[in-house]
């Protein structure tokens, strides 16, 4: 490890990343490999065509139980926790009382407890949320001693399937524990790169077996960090804290389909009263795909103009989309402009470059709908 490396936490795949020759970078107060040297342009170009083996053992996996655990978390998130079936699972959000967003999660159905996946830099701030507004209602449970994978791609699925059979035919957003070689683990078909795919959750200690023997598959190559943000980019995927934070809410974002029509009813989470008036009266901006002409990406942070030069918003995300085979964007404008079609102008280096408000995936979706 590097000098600057010794403070940063690590996963438990650390040492293989190493071992792999991955490029360590500080992300989230981890060391986490950015690449490996088949490079960030061939990680994605294989995840999209073939499967890739994703290290987010970073990320928060919180149990929560009590009586009613999902009538609890109801009280937290606008998604409908108490219709999710067994074995299900379901993408949702922490509010604010502004209705902005404090993070995006999944929440997933295990029976007699939720089983809760959060992001890397806010699980700490999570956890304290719901102990402080939880309290006397629900048990939350850090589950520290477990490690997360995630395989991706369309030859997913296959490759699973030689170790746990059961995974092939299971449907999107779904839960199944099950023994990996003898390994207990908790597996989901779900993921975050616009793929087929599924994450798999297992103890710290059998992480490193697990990942070198998906790693022997044919079909499956590492893949860092930076593919996984091309590739959730080029998908449409929120990243936070970047796409989404506590000043954004869900309607602005263009996460109403995370808003179940019971919930949008019935209210009773933060924030209700303002997101309510928004789902009836609109948002002052709105999320949207930005498609630069040419061939020079706009970066986060790129003002977004009209035709007159008047700053309408920012870039977000944006970044050079491999399968794409363009540059894609994505970031906030004034609801005014925000139809697709609409031109913009994006300032790079203090010039501007025409674009156009697009929609999003910027390529097709291989969600598994089985």
């Not at 293989?16 to 690449?35: C, I, T």
């Not at 477990?146 to 991706?152: E, I, K, P, T, V």
């Not at 079909?219 to 970047?242: K, M």
């Not at 009209?306 to 491999?322: H, M, N």
Request: net charge negative; proline share 6%; charged share 25%.
């Amino acid at each position: 490890m590097t000098e600057a490396s010794e403070s940063l936490k690590t996963t438990p795949l650390h040492s293989l990343h190493l071992e792999l020759k991955g490029k360590m970078v500080p992300f989230a107060g981890y060391d986490m490999p950015v690449q490996y040297p088949l490079g960030i342009l061939k990680e994605h170009q294989h995840t999209r065509a073939k499967a890739g083996l994703f290290d987010v053992s970073h990320m928060g996996q919180v149990r929560l139980t009590s009586e009613d655990p999902a009538a609890a978390l109801e009280s937290l998130v606008p998604g409908d926790i108490r219709g999710l079936a067994r074995g299900r699972m379901r993408y949702t959000l922490f509010l604010n009382e502004q209705g902005g967003i404090l993070d995006d999660l999944m929440v997933t159905n295990a029976g007699d407890h939720l089983f809760l996946v959060v992001n890397a830099a806010r699980k700490d701030h999570d956890v304290a949320h719901m102990r402080e507004r939880l309290k006397g209602k629900a048990e939350v449970e850090l589950l520290d001693d477990l490690a997360l994978m995630a395989l991706q791609g369309p030859e997913a699925a296959a490759v699973l399937g030689r170790f746990i059979p059961e995974a092939a035919t299971m449907k999107f957003m779904s839960y199944l524990p099950a023994t990996f070689d003898g390994i207990p683990v908790i597996i989901t078909r779900s993921g975050y790169t616009g793929e087929d795919g599924y994450e798999i959750s297992c103890d710290k200690s059998d992480a490193e077996a697990i990942a070198r023997a998906l790693l022997a598959e044919d079909e499956v190559e590492a893949v860092g960090l930076g593919a996984r943000d091309s590739l959730r980019l080029e998908a449409g995927l929120c990243l936070y804290g970047h796409d989404i934070d506590e000043t954004t809410t869900p309607v602005e974002a263009g996460l109403e389909w995370a808003l179940s029509k019971r919930r949008r009813e019935e209210g009773g989470f933060p924030g209700y009263a303002i997101i309510k008036d928004q789902l009836a009266n609109g948002a002052p901006r709105r999320r949207v795909g930005l498609q630069p002409e040419g061939r020079q990406p706009a970066r986060e942070h790129t003002d977004v103009c009209d035709a007159d030069g008047r700053k309408i918003g920012e870039v977000t995300s944006g970044g050079f989309g491999p399968t794409a085979s363009a540059p894609v964007a994505m970031g906030y404008v004034d609801r005014a402009h925000a139809a697709v079609g609409t031109p913009v102008e994006l300032m790079v280096r203090g010039k501007p470059l025409a674009a156009k408000v697009a929609a999003m995936p910027f390529v097709p979706q291989r969600y598994y709908r089985g």
